[in-house]
């Protein structure tokens, strides 16, 4: 079975600063993929980044770089120069590569972009 | 990136009545959608998988009966809420998985709202 872990149910963060949202996972599956979304108040869930087990380097999409520690199970998301319109909900999940390749998600992390 | 559209986006009826949710994939084809219910400041949970031609497999717990999902073609998936109760009042989310470029990726409608009297 898997599980995504999210352990901060809100975060604050002053404008223009970089925050870092944690995300931790466990999974017996070989060969998985990590993502994250950004859901703001309005509902719809918007991919941000993906990473591969397997991928050697960290992701990253433009203000947004995982940092992924396989061995310590980790893929936090982190958000550089954070501007008012990131404030949302963002979600880590993850998912197998093989197999029913169902989407797990954590509980999510509430982010305020304070002014 | 890919868009997926959720029709409608918003639904209000009275206990009793069937609600249909379409979830299209407007600019590539989607072997595979997704069904999922959010409630309020909680996490996405997993309905059913949608796979276009046969039938949905459904996650524990949530009756196949009460939410018929129909995988018409490859650019279109249906949830229909039959004989809707107030506890089904949720927000009710589609995705369509986009595979290619060597990672799969699922890409998610905005949601469609049910409110249940």
């Known amino acids: 079975a898997q599980k995504i872990t999210q352990t901060q149910p809100g975060m604050f963060v002053q404008e223009k600063e970089a925050v870092t949202l944690d995300c931790t996972y466990d999974t017996s599956d070989p060969s998985y993929g990590l993502f994250w979304y950004k859901q703001p108040s309005s509902g719809e869930m918007i991919f941000l980044i993906y990473q591969g087990s397997y991928d050697q380097q960290n992701a990253t999409e433009g203000r947004y770089s995982l940092n992924f520690q396989k061995a310590r199970k980790s893929a936090n998301l982190v958000i550089s120069a954070s501007q008012l319109g990131d404030s949302a909900m963002y979600f880590c999940?993850?998912?197998?590569?093989?197999?029913?390749?169902?989407?797990?998600f954590g509980q999510g992390t509430r982010l305020t972009i304070n002014p | 990136g890919a868009v997926v559209s959720q029709h409608p986006s918003w639904v209000i009826c009275k206990s009793g009545t069937s609600v249909k949710i379409e979830c299209r994939s407007l600019?590539?084809?989607?072997?595979?959608m997704f069904w999922y219910r959010q409630f309020p400041k909680q996490s996405l949970m997993l309905m059913a998988t949608s796979n276009e031609g046969s039938k949905a497999t459904y996650e524990q717990g949530v009756e196949k009966d009460k939410f018929l999902i129909n995988h018409a073609s490859l650019t279109l998936s249906t949830l229909t809420v039959t004989s809707a109760h107030p506890e089904d009042s949720s927000f009710y989310i589609c995705?369509?998985?986009?595979?290619?470029?060597?990672?799969?990726?699922?890409?998610f409608g905005p949601g469609t709202r049910l409110l249940v009297l």
């Open positions: 999940a993850m998912r197998p590569l093989q197999g029913a390749q169902k989407l797990v």
């Open positions: 995705s369509a998985r986009l595979a290619g470029g060597g990672q799969e990726t699922q890409y």
């Open positions: 600019d590539f084809q989607a072997t595979t």
